[in-house]
Every structure is written in C-alpha cells, then in structure tokens.
C-alpha cells in the first residue's frame, strides 16, 4: 500500500466533505485540516469521535454525526484504493502482534532491547506496540520527562510515563535531578 502524508489525508477528507455536500458556507462547519486532526486523535487515544469532539472539540459538538460519517468514508476509501496513513500503520502493527504469536515472537526475537526516547510523549497505541514487542524479554529503558510532553495534539498520554513502573513493577527508575544547561533560579522556579 501506499503511505499517506497529513496533507493527502486531508485532501480526501475535503473530497469527502464536499462530496457528502458538508461544504456549507454559511455554517460554522470545521474545517478539513481540524476534521482530519479529529479522525486522527479518535485512533491515537483509541477514543470514539464523540469521546474526542466532547472532550476536546466542543465547538465541533453538533457536528458529531457529520464527523463520523466522514470518518467512516475516509476508512472506506483508504481501503478501496490500498492506502494507509501513518495512523494505520501503527494500528495495523499493533493488531498483528497482539493477534498473530507467531509474528509476535519474531519480532521479540529481534528486537530484545528497546529504548524509547521522549516517553512522555507516546500515545496508548505506541505504548501497546512497546508493551507487546518487549513482552518477551522485557529489557525496556525508556527516557523520558513528564512535564515535557509536548504532543498531546496527537493523542500523548504523559501518564504513560508515570504509570510505567506499573506495567514494569521490577524497573528501576533512575531521576536525572542535575541540570547543566539551566540555572538554579530558572530551575528552582520551573520545580
């Protein structure tokens, strides 16, 4: 298949948008760009639309169904034309190695020592990704600052990072608490 950028993705949703006549000028209908982020934050908080649109979009509330369907059309017409967004390729991940142990004990097989960098910053789907590939030999060393997380816009969890040595309860956590690059009022004032 063929890999999808944001830009595409919203193109289609425009198609999309315009082909279901939601085009409407004179509603305060959102925008391809806002609709395409929506779709997107829905998968990566593994989230349904209207959990997202009321948690996050309220100003998309009465749009909910419009959203939806389109959401559903943009699923169909990837499919139809053999074509996968980024979204895709870490749930289509996720889903083999949760489904296919045979795929799964391959890939930990190769990859027994994981690092993430930036752990703050994943969102549900890549934590599952993590959490199944190193669900074999369970060397996991993640880095990682909770008060950094900076993509929240696309479904971040920064409670991944501290719920950690919950799902790994023999990890040990090692604190970076000296900073070179800072001084002492600037960190006594961010701590």
Request: with cysteine.
């Amino acid at each position: 298949p063929e890999l999808w950028t944001s830009e595409f993705q919203q193109h289609i949703v425009d198609l999309i948008r315009t082909e279901l006549k939601l085009n409407v000028k004179n509603k305060a209908f959102p925008r391809k760009a806002r609709i395409a982020e929506i779709i997107s934050k829905s998968r990566n908080c593994n989230q349904s639309i209207a959990e997202i649109i009321e948690q996050y979009f309220m100003g998309a509330y009465e749009f909910i169904d419009n959203i939806q369907l389109i959401a559903r059309a943009y699923r169909e017409y990837k499919k139809l034309n053999n074509i996968f967004d980024y979204d895709d390729l870490m749930e289509t991940l996720r889903d083999k190695l949760r489904d296919n142990e045979k795929f799964r004990r391959t890939i930990q097989q190769l990859y027994q020592y994981i690092m993430v960098d930036e752990f703050q910053d994943t969102n549900v789907v890549q934590k599952a990704l993590i959490d199944l590939i190193a669900a074999g030999s369970r060397n996991v060393m993640i880095v990682g600052d909770d008060s950094q997380s900076i993509y929240a816009f696309r479904g971040a969890n920064f409670e991944n990072i501290l719920r950690f040595p919950e799902t790994y309860p023999d990890c040990k956590v090692v604190k970076l608490e000296f900073n070179y690059r800072s001084n002492h009022r600037i960190l006594a004032f961010v701590n």
